[in-house]
C-alpha cells in the first residue's frame, strides 16, 4: 500500500484541475494581454477566477491579485506594505512561528530598518492577545499572523486578534499567512479586520505555482514585481493562466461539500491520534483534537531521529514529514517546536502527519500498524 501523509507540503491534483490546465495549454493558450480573441478567452478564465474566489471570501474581484504562491504573496504583502507606509511608522510585528516567507522577509525589512516584533507562543503553539496588544505602539504599521501553523497545526485567534489591532488603531494593517488554513474553514476577510491575505493553490489539490493575495481596497501597497504593469501593477508579467484557473476549479471543488469534507478530516485525526498514543513515549505536539487544524498532526517519537523513522516508513510505502517542507534539506532544529517549548531531545524526533480529501481510514491503519511494528524497533537498534 502507498500512502501519502504530506499534505501540508503538497497535494494531489484534483482530475479536474488537470484537465482544465492542459485544455488551456494546448487550446487556450493565449496571452491574456493579446486584444485579439485569442488573448480574450485567455482574460475570461482570470476574470472568472477573481470572480470565484471573490465570492469565495465575500471580497471585490479587484481585490484579488495573483502570484506565483505563497511566499510571493507574504513577500508582497509585507515588503510592499511595509515601504509604501513607512512615513506612518516603521514598527511591523509577527509571530515566532511563522512560515519562512513571512519570518525571513521580516530579517529583511530589520536589515532596511524596520523594527520587528515576535510574539512568542504558548505550549499548544498559540499566541497570547494579551502580548499582542502589549506589542502594539504608536509605530506600528503592519502586525502579520498566520492562520494555521504549517507544522503543528495550531490555528490562531484572528477574528480577535483583528478585532484588538484594529480596535486600537485602524491605521494599522493586518496582514494573514492562510496558506494552511484556506480549505480547511470559511475566511472572511471583512468581517474578520484583515487587510491582506496569503492562499497557494498547491495545498488546496491545485497546481503548485500559483496563488493569490488578497489586497483590500483602501491598502497602501507597493509593487516588488516590475514589468509590464499587469493586475495594475502591483504584479506585474504574464499572468499563468492555465495555473489560475487550476486554482479557481480546486477552490470550487474543495469548497462545494467543506462541511463535510472537515468532519471527516477531523474523524481521520481523531483516529490516528487515539491509535498513536497507543505507542509509549509519544507526544502529540500542538493541539490534538478539533482545537487544532483539521489536518496536521505533530508527534515526538522519544529516543528516535525524525529521519530514520521517516524512511523506515517510506519502506513501506508511507511518505511523511519531519518538519516544514521549506526547511527540509536544511536540517535545523524547528524554530517552532522550540517556541512552543518542546524539550530539547525531542526537536529531533518529530514527524508531521498531514492528510487531505484523499485520505482514507484505510490508510491511517495501515500507517498505525506500520508505526506500531516500527517504532520499538527502531527503539530497540538506537543507541543511547
Do not use: W
Not at 479586520?193 to 503548485?208: A, E, R, T, W
Request: with cysteine; net charge neutral.
Amino acid at each position: 500500500m502507498e500512502v501519502y501523509l504530506d499534505n501540508s507540503a503538497t497535494t494531489r491534483s484534483f482530475d479536474e484541475v488537470a484537465a482544465l490546465m492542459t485544455q488551456i495549454m494546448c487550446e487556450d493558450y493565449g496571452n491574456p494581454s493579446s486584444l485579439h480573441r485569442k488573448g480574450v478567452e485567455a482574460e475570461k478564465y482570470i476574470r472568472y477566477a477573481k470572480d470565484v474566489i471573490a465570492e469565495n471570501l465575500k471580497v471585490n474581484q479587484k481585490e484579488i491579485f495573483f502570484t506565483s504562491g505563497g511566499t510571493e504573496s507574504d513577500n508582497l504583502a509585507l515588503m510592499g506594505c511595509a515601504y509604501a507606509n513607512c512615513r506612518s511608522g516603521r514598527h511591523l510585528i509577527t509571530t515566532q512561528i511563522e512560515h519562512p516567507a513571512v519570518l525571513q522577509t521580516m530579517k529583511h525589512l530589520e536589515e532596511e530598518g524596520f523594527r520587528v516584533t515576535y510574539l512568542p507562543v504558548d505550549e499548544k503553539g498559540c499566541i497570547r492577545l494579551e502580548d499582542l496588544q502589549r506589542a502594539i505602539t504608536g509605530e506600528t504599521i503592519l502586525v502579520s499572523i498566520m492562520h494555521t501553523n504549517n507544522e503543528v497545526g495550531s490555528m490562531q485567534p484572528i477574528a480577535e486578534a483583528g478585532a484588538l489591532i484594529k480596535g486600537i488603531n485602524p491605521r494599522i494593517l493586518f496582514h494573514v499567512d492562510a496558506v494552511q488554513g484556506y480549505g480547511k474553514c470559511r475566511i472572511y476577510p471583512k468581517r474578520m479586520k484583515i487587510d491582506l491575505l496569503s492562499v497557494s493553490g498547491h495545498k488546496i489539490h491545485g497546481p503548485k505555482g500559483v496563488g493569490f493575495l488578497y489586497v483590500d481596497e483602501k491598502v497602501k501597497i507597493k509593487p516588488i514585481v516590475f514589468g509590464g504593469g499587469q493586475q495594475k501593477g502591483i504584479r506585474s508579467g504574464t499572468e499563468n493562466v492555465p495555473a489560475i484557473a487550476g486554482l479557481a476549479k480546486a477552490i470550487e471543488i474543495i469548497y462545494s461539500d467543506l462541511d463535510r469534507e472537515v468532519e471527516n478530516l477531523y474523524r481521520l485525526k481523531r483516529a490516528f491520534v487515539s491509535g498513536v498514543q497507543k505507542i509509549d513515549n509519544v507526544i502529540v505536539n500542538g493541539h490534538p483534537n478539533e482545537t487544532g487544524a483539521p489536518h496536521i498532526v505533530s508527534v515526538s517519537f522519544q529516543g528516535v531521529r525524525s529521519e530514520v523513522i521517516l524512511h523506515a516508513l517510506e519502506d513501506k510505502g508511507v511518505y511523511v514529514s519531519a518538519g516544514s517542507a521549506c526547511s527540509a534539506r536544511k536540517p535545523q532544529p524547528s524554530a517552532t517546536l522550540r517556541a512552543m517549548g518542546i524539550h530539547t531531545q525531542l526537536l529531533g524526533s518529530t514527524i508531521r502527519f498531514s492528510f487531505s480529501v484523499f485520505t482514507t481510514i484505510e490508510e491511517i491503519n495501515y500507517t498505525l500498524q506500520m508505526l506500531y511494528d516500527i517504532i520499538p524497533m527502531l527503539r530497540k537498534y538506537t543507541r543511547q
